[in-house]
């Protein structure tokens, strides 16, 4: 019933219509072999009136033909309701994942997310192009015969349809048993894909260590489940139809056997027979259709539980309906008693009071795992402190919109993301209201458009999925342009020097002394040759502060962060 709330944007357009033809082509179907059995035979035969059988035969050609044009109007309305439905609920599984927190994408693959999105919503196609209209149509269809039989003959149709309800009883039994095993299908796919995708993310690791046979077994493997599932399921689905056909050959020799019985007995005359006959042969097609839309059911409801299941979610960085719209910000950013963990049992952050002033520069050092990107990741809210308190401009950062606030914060990291597509489109996904004029003064400010300057189409030329023809530098370079062109007032650099040359970072080093001018910039960097230059420096180890200062104190204090430049010096 959920699923089907996706067509009430269609209930006063496309789905009347397809009702009006559906109601149509049904009484149609109803009113031939009344036509045929009573008026035709009983009447126009046995009386030998000719004009009456030739407007009789002329009259079901017409309502053949109209049942024909109603039928295509049908089909194509229902698909394009199909069509827009699946259109409107990719739509919203796709805009809802987006605005998922961050933990959400560190607990699942981006396979299984994708399967999601496509073979599951995929899958509902048929149901929403096919099969609702036809179990509308098919229930009219076994509601109006029923009643027809019962009117011809309450005694013949008694003997005929005594079967219908071991049908059903044995029917009911198997929905559970079908419904488990195209959840399974769903599963065994979606393993597939999060596998597919992996590997081919991974192929040069794959070939580096020669792992292809490995990865192939593994690949063998989930793919035999996947196909061991697919039949099992089909199997039980194949079970539907014989059964159903079955029980159509003993409705058919009850029908000869009682029907011929009854002839005899002058309870029923030739042409109410021949008009009985005409409807059972009717009422098994519905039976058999519901057969195959009961499946489309089955598949439906195990795709839409997966879907509905990431619907659910609810992202654990949430926005109060009063949240500030932010139209200026500073970028001044404090940190009371802030603790946070990505596992309840392991904190990242213990206890953390950190002030920056609007326009300084911070840096952030320390060993791996001691809290820096953590503490970036809480400023731009991709995560909430579990205790204590973050303030941006002295408001909580829980009060403003998440729209209003990663706005005006920009982030590098040091394994940057290229979208496929162009130089020039990938620099203006940090502001795509900007100019070429614009993309291109950020880009200079960088020092990127040396690099740019030497490709084929400069500023137009394709860089393919991920960046793939660019180097690591490059793509940095690409990054930074596209962070400064947000013209953010806080900029996050994650380690965003670490793949660049030392030329190539002394010219970005010399950049950003103008374009940081007035923003608050966090810089967390493991070679601290590049943070000599900023206005505090906080030393972290374990989730807490161990020091801060300038480059300058902290080397007079002669403290964890002297013994940090000592060591790099000495490897360098």
């Not at 196609?125 to 098919?138: A, K, S």
């Not at 520069?361 to 579990?386: E, M, Q």
């Not at 005006?408 to 070429?436: C, H, W, Y």
Request: charged letters at 20%; a negative charge; glycine letters at 6%.
């Amino acid at each position: 019933m959920r699923l089907f709330t996706y067509m009430k944007a269609y209930s006063k357009t496309l789905l009347p219509k397809a009702i009006i033809a559906v109601l149509l082509t049904t009484a149609i179907r109803l009113a031939i072999p009344i036509m045929i059995g009573v008026y035709v035979i009983n009447q126009a035969l046995q009386q030998k009136d000719v004009k009456m059988l030739t407007i009789l035969v002329s009259s079901i050609a017409v309502l053949f033909i109209i049942n024909t044009i109603a039928n295509r109007y049908r089909i194509e309305w229902m698909n394009e309701l199909g069509q827009n439905v699946i259109y409107d609920l990719r739509k919203h599984l796709f805009t809802h994942v987006q605005g998922l927190s961050h933990r959400f994408f560190d607990q699942r693959s981006a396979g299984s997310i994708l399967v999601r999105i496509m073979n599951d919503i995929n899958s509902l196609q048929e149901l929403f192009t096919n099969g609702v209209i036809n179990l509308l149509m098919d229930m009219l269809m076994l509601v109006g015969i029923t009643v027809i039989l019962f009117t011809l003959s309450p005694p013949l149709a008694l003997a005929v349809l005594v079967i219908l309800p071991i049908m059903f009883w044995i029917s009911t039994k198997l929905r559970k048993n079908i419904r488990r095993s195209w959840q399974d299908v769903r599963l065994k796919q979606a393993k597939i894909n999060s596998h597919l995708n992996e590997s081919i993310q991974g192929m040069r690791i794959t070939q580096a260590f020669t792992q292809e046979n490995e990865n192939m077994a593994f690949f063998h493997g989930i793919n035999e489940e996947s196909y061991e599932s697919w039949k099992t399921a089909t199997k039980k689905n194949s079970m539907f139809r014989p059964f159903v056909e079955m029980t159509n050959a003993v409705g058919s020799a009850v029908l000869i056997i009682f029907g011929a019985y009854l002839i005899s007995r002058n309870g029923l005359d030739l042409g109410e027979f021949v008009s009985f006959a005409f409807y059972l042969g009717m009422f098994w097609e519905p039976i058999s259709r519901l057969g195959q839309v009961y499946n489309q059911l089955l598949m439906g409801m195990a795709s839409s539980e997966r879907i509905f299941e990431f619907l659910d979610e609810k992202p654990l960085v949430d926005e109060k309906e009063d949240a500030i719209e932010l139209e200026e910000m500073k970028g001044e950013v404090v940190f009371t008693d802030v603790e946070f963990g990505y596992e309840a049992n392991r904190l990242a952050l213990k206890g953390i009071s950190l002030k920056m002033h609007a326009g300084e520069t911070i840096a952030l050092v320390g060993h791996t795992g001691s809290g820096k990107t953590t503490i970036a990741n809480l400023v731009a809210r991709f995560y909430d402190a579990t205790a204590g308190e973050v303030r941006i401009d002295g408001i909580p950062i829980r009060d403003i919109s998440l729209s209003s606030l990663r706005s005006k914060i920009s982030i590098v990291l040091q394994e940057t993301f290229i979208f496929s597509g162009t130089i020039m489109e990938n620099i203006r996904f940090g502001n795509p209201a900007a100019t070429d004029e614009e993309v291109i003064r950020a880009a200079e400010a960088v020092g990127a458009d040396r690099f740019i300057a030497k490709l084929p189409n400069g500023y137009g030329t394709e860089v393919e999925e991920r960046g793939n023809i660019l180097s690591v530098g490059e793509r940095q370079l690409l990054s930074f342009a596209r962070a400064l062109l947000a013209d953010p007032r806080i900029l996050i650099l994650d380690e965003a020097t670490a793949s660049i040359d030392t030329e190539t970072e002394i010219q970005i080093q010399e950049a950003l002394k103008t374009l940081l001018k007035d923003r608050t910039a966090i810089m967390i960097a493991h070679r601290l040759s590049t943070i000599r230059e900023a206005d505090q420096i906080v030393v972290l180890e374990h989730g807490t502060i161990l020091e801060s200062g300038t480059h300058e104190s902290l080397m007079e204090n002669k403290g964890h962060y002297h013994k940090l430049v000592l060591s790099q010096f000495a490897e360098e």
